[in-house]
Structure formats: structure tokens, C-alpha cells
């Protein structure tokens, strides 16, 4: 079945760039029917969409980050990944990528969820 | 943006018991609304999308429902697997944002 994995360096100095790719296997990231996505969670605290990627390339992000954040893919590796820039003490937290399907609802519509995650990685930002 | 909020943010019930999480949005969200289930160091689980479609593989004593600004996760009957974090999430705005709750904790009373 489809699994995702982080992968990554753990540390990450203050003011550098964070760097996280994620690879897909037990299927193929250019699938019509689904996103790609980062979501991170801080210590103890709930969980923050970064933001989405389609395998055309087509990017959407978190206002809230978007002018440090850019998410790529490389559909020849079956990855996409994150770098985040500038970063503090603030963006200390486990980072996951996930699969975001999107779903007909008979008589309903098109929703999206995201449904396969990876297990996360950890990411400190320390000097 | 859409804000979220949940009621409550924690809660103790035992086993067996019936369970409802309320998760509210600023503004109305048609039927845009899922419900993840988080157990400590583990990534969240898909357990409802469209607001009350059930996720392939969760156990039927979970529960969504609402529309437009109010939402409701039910577990009719809790089970010690059950003790987790229950987050919910908006995607109206899909593909341009996402936005969770801060998080309903289920512990043992």
C-alpha cells in the first residue's frame, strides 16, 4: 500500500534553510486524484498546514508562511519537498507529509482530506 | 481566514461511554469539515471527511455530522483505543488552505 516517508536533517541553525523531502512508494505522486502536503506540529501543541503541492506543480501555502516556504515536486523520484527559510525557534517542530485525496461525494460534491501520512520527523532549531 | 475552535479541549470518560467533540468554524463550511484522530507520537488519522462520511477501515462508533458553521464527533461507545486527540479541520478554502482545531484530548477518567 502507499506509504510516505520524511526524510531530512534534524537540526537546523537559526536563520538557515529547513529541507525536507518526502518519497512516496506503492504508488506514483503524479495520480490525478490526489495532493501532496506539509503539515507540522510544535511540541505539545496542535497542527499547522504548510502547504500543498499537484504533480503538475501547482503550489498552494499557509499566508501565514508562504513567504518562506516553497514546496516542489519531482515526479521522476516519486518526491516532493519542503525548504523553509529564515528560520527560528518558532518552526521547531515534527514535520509530516501527507497524501490529500480528493473524493466525489454522491449528490454532494468534491471534498478533500488528507488520508496517508508519514510518521513525522522531528526538526529542532538550534544554534 | 477561517478560524476553528473545539469543545471542549479535554475531557475524561471511561470506557463504554458515549463521547461528543464540538468543533465550530468562523464562518460557514457547507459539509468541508474532517476528523483526525491523534494518539502520542503518531500521525493524525483520517477518521471522517465531508463532514459525516465514514473513512475506509474506522469502526462505525465514530460519528460525524453537521453543516455550515457547527460539527459534531461522536464515539457511541469509547473504547480504551480510543483515548487519543481528536483534532477537526476545515477544507473549504481547498486547495488554498487548510485550517485544524487546536484539539479535543479523550483521556481515561
Known amino acids: 500500500q502507499l506509504q510516505l516517508q520524511e526524510s531530512g536533517p534534524g537540526l537546523v541553525k537559526p536563520s538557515e534553510t529547513l529541507s525536507l523531502t518526502c518519497t512516496v512508494s506503492?504508488?506514483?505522486?503524479?495520480?490525478?486524484?490526489?495532493?501532496w502536503g506539509w503539515i507540522r506540529q510544535p511540541p505539545g501543541k496542535g497542527l499547522e498546514w504548510i502547504g500543498s503541492?499537484?504533480?503538475?506543480?501547482?503550489?498552494y501555502y499557509n499566508p501565514s508562511l508562504k513567504s518562506r516556504v516553497t514546496i516542489s515536486v519531482d515526479t521522476s523520484k516519486n518526491q516532493f519537498s519542503l525548504k523553509l527559510s529564515s528560520v527560528t525557534a518558532a518552526d521547531t517542530a515534527v514535520y509530516y507529509c501527507a497524501r490529500l485525496f480528493i473524493v466525489v461525494v454522491p449528490a454532494r460534491g468534491s471534498y478533500n482530506a488528507f488520508d496517508i501520512w508519514g510518521q513525522g520527523t522531528m526538526v529542532t532549531v538550534s544554534s | 481566514d477561517i478560524q476553528m475552535t473545539q469543545s471542549p479541549s479535554s475531557l475524561s470518560a471511561s470506557v463504554g461511554d458515549r463521547v461528543t467533540i464540538t468543533c465550530r468554524a468562523s464562518q460557514s463550511i457547507s459539509s468541508y469539515l474532517n476528523w483526525y484522530q491523534q494518539k502520542p507520537g503518531k500521525a493524525p488519522k483520517l477518521l471522517i471527511y465531508a463532514a459525516s462520511s465514514l473513512q475506509s477501515g474506522v469502526p462505525s462508533r465514530f460519528s460525524g455530522s453537521g453543516s455550515g458553521t457547527d460539527f459534531t464527533l461522536t464515539i457511541s461507545s469509547l473504547q480504551p483505543e480510543d483515548f487519543a486527540t481528536y483534532y477537526c479541520?476545515?477544507?473549504?478554502?481547498?486547495?488554498?488552505?487548510?485550517?485544524f482545531g487546536p484539539g479535543t484530548k479523550v483521556d481515561i477518567k
Open positions: 503541492i499537484y504533480y503538475s506543480g501547482s503550489t
Open positions: 506503492g504508488g506514483s505522486i503524479s495520480s490525478s486524484s490526489y495532493y
Open positions: 479541520q476545515q477544507s473549504y478554502s481547498t486547495p488554498r488552505g487548510f485550517t
